[in-house]
């Protein structure tokens, strides 16, 4: 499905990102962030959005609207830690080196586990060049993780941290990184913009939870009049790579109309 498009795999600093361009190549191409989720890889010729034609889906359309893709392994299944935010600096500073990339104003797409990189990059150094951001299923809040159990020991082993700790400490120890907790900072502070956000996600997740992921960090974008949408599927559980078609059309008019 997407072997019609230049596909540009390199190494950096112990990783692996690539950029898959639009059909019509030219100067100042826009750029989509995409950050993998669980168990996703990116290597030498491989990545697994490029390789799964249910995820190859989601791409087709914001390639066909004239949008680059890039991603990176960002240490593989990192659940937001920070070697994974620093791996996609790193990997932000490679893209710099392609004169075709408009990075000026970049969208950040994190699936799952990778939507909590995703986010803390846009709040984080790349802030100034993030204009949108979307979450697929994402993990925004991992107090919410931690309480429910099914992956706390995943997140806290990702973070190097003793996955003994009971869930009180857990929650207290990532309160200070957690995505959720940041976003309430930079609100007391005003000191940041957010960007153009879009939620997508299964009302029925039964792995991370609707109401305590999108629904609460939405929430605190739309109380404070930052633009913030909320794309709920009904009766969906953590599946929505199976509405690739459907969601990729989505995404790529949020993109078009942002």
């Given at each position: ?240 790579y199976e509405h690739g078609e459907e ?12």
């Open positions: 499905m997407l072997n019609e498009y230049k596909k540009e795999f390199f190494s950096f600093d112990q990783d692996w990102g690539y950029v898959i361009y639009p059909e019509n190549i030219s100067k100042d191409i826009p750029v989509v962030l995409h950050f993998h989720g669980n168990r996703g890889y990116v290597k030498d010729g491989r990545a697994d959005w490029l390789d799964e034609p249910k995820k190859q889906k989601f791409f087709k359309p914001a390639l066909d609207s004239g949008f680059a893709i890039a991603g990176c392994h960002a240490t593989g299944n990192h659940w937001g830690r920070g070697s994974a935010i620093l791996a996609n600096y790193k990997f932000f500073e490679q893209l710099k080196n392609i004169p075709e990339l408009n990075l000026n104003n970049i969208t950040t797409w994190g699936c799952g586990l990778g939507a909590s990189a995703a986010w803390l990059t846009s709040i984080g150094e790349l802030n100034p060049y993030v204009k949108n951001f979307i979450s697929q299923q994402g993990v925004l809040n991992f107090e919410s993780i931690i309480r429910r159990e099914k992956f706390k020991d995943e997140l806290i082993e990702a973070h190097n941290r003793d996955i003994s700790m009971d869930i009180e400490k857990a929650v207290q120890a990532f309160d200070p990184i957690n995505p959720i907790t940041k976003t309430k900072l930079i609100i007391d502070k005003n000191e940041k913009k957010f960007p153009n956000s879009l939620f997508i996600h299964g009302d029925a997740d039964e792995n991370v939870d609707y109401s305590e992921n999108p629904v609460m960090l939405n929430k605190l974008l739309s109380d404070i009049g930052a633009n913030s949408k909320l794309n709920p599927l009904a009766g969906v559980g953590h599946a929505t969601l990729g059309l989505i995404i790529a008019k949020f993109l078009l109309d942002e």
